[in-house]
C-alpha cells in the first residue's frame, strides 16, 4: 500500500449557486492541510478551486498548483501557493497531476471537473495507474451522475469491478480514511509506459 501524501482535487472553477458546496470545498481543504496532506489541484484562484485551496493554505497545507499557461495569461491562477507548476497543455497537466498525487477526489463542479474525474477514473481501469479515485458526494450533488454511472454498469458498459474502483462517499473524514487504506484490485496487468 502506497502511504497518503497528497490529493488531486477536481471541483469547479464557478462558486456555483448553493453556498453549501463552497463551504464543502472550504472544509476539504481544511481537513486536507490538518492531516498533512499536500492539496494538487488546478491551481485556479477563483470558484470552489480557490475556496479550497485558501482553507487549505489558511491551515498551513501544502498546495501545488498545475495549471495550462494559457490559463495562467488569463490571469485565472493563484499567486500565493506553495508551489505553481505552469505547464504547456491540459494534457501535461493531468499527466503532472497524476504524477504528483497520490489519489484523486471530485467535489462538485462542471464538465471540467467531470472529464477529470473520468480521465482519472479511466486510468485506474486501464491500469495505467494504481491510485484510489473518489467523488465527495456533498449533499447528493452527485446523485444523478451516479445513477447513470450504475446504468452504464447494468448495461454491461462498465465492468462491476470497475464500478467498484470509483469511490463514494458523503462523509469528508471517511472518505480520507478510505483513501489511505486503499488496495487497488488486481487487474489483468499493468500497462508499461511505452504503452501508455
Ligand atoms: P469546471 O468544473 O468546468 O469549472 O472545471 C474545473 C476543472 O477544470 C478544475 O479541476 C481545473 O483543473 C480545470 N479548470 C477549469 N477552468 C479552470 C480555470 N479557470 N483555471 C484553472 N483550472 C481550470
Given at each position: 500500500m502506497t502511504p497518503l501524501r497528497s490529493v488531486c482535487v477536481f471541483c469547479g472553477s464557478s462558486p456555483g449557486v448553493d453556498g453549501r458546496h463552497a463551504d464543502a470545498a472550504r472544509d476539504f481543504g481544511a481537513r486536507l492541510a490538518r492531516r498533512g496532506l499536500t492539496l494538487v489541484y488546478g491551481?485556479?484562484?477563483?470558484g470552489l478551486m480557490g475556496a479550497l485551496a485558501d482553507a487549505a493554505l489558511e491551515d498551513g497545507g501544502r498546495v501545488t498548483g498545475i495549471i495550462p499557461r494559457g490559463l495562467w495569461a488569463r490571469e485565472v491562477?493563484?499567486?500565493?501557493?506553495?508551489e505553481l507548476l505552469v505547464v504547456d497543455t491540459m494534457h501535461e497537466r493531468k499527466a503532472l497531476m497524476a504524477e504528483r498525487a497520490d489519489a484523486f477526489v471530485a467535489l462538485p463542479g462542471g464538465a471540467g471537473t467531470l472529464e477529470e474525474l473520468f480521465e482519472a477514473w479511466t486510468w485506474a481501469m486501464l491500469g495505467i495507474h494504481a491510485k484510489p479515485v473518489a467523488v465527495l458526494d456533498v449533499d447528493g450533488f452527485f446523485a444523478p451522475l451516479l445513477a447513470m454511472v450504475d446504468h452504464m454498469t447494468e448495461a454491461g458498459f462498465v465492468r462491476a469491478a470497475h464500478r467498484q474502483m470509483l469511490l463514494v462517499d458523503d462523509d469528508a473524514d471517511r472518505l480520507l480514511a478510505r483513501l489511505a487504506a486503499y488496495e487497488p484490485p488486481a487487474v489483468e496487468r499493468w500497462l508499461t509506459p511505452d504503452e501508455q
Open positions: 491551481g485556479a484562484r477563483r491562477g493563484h499567486t500565493g501557493l506553495s
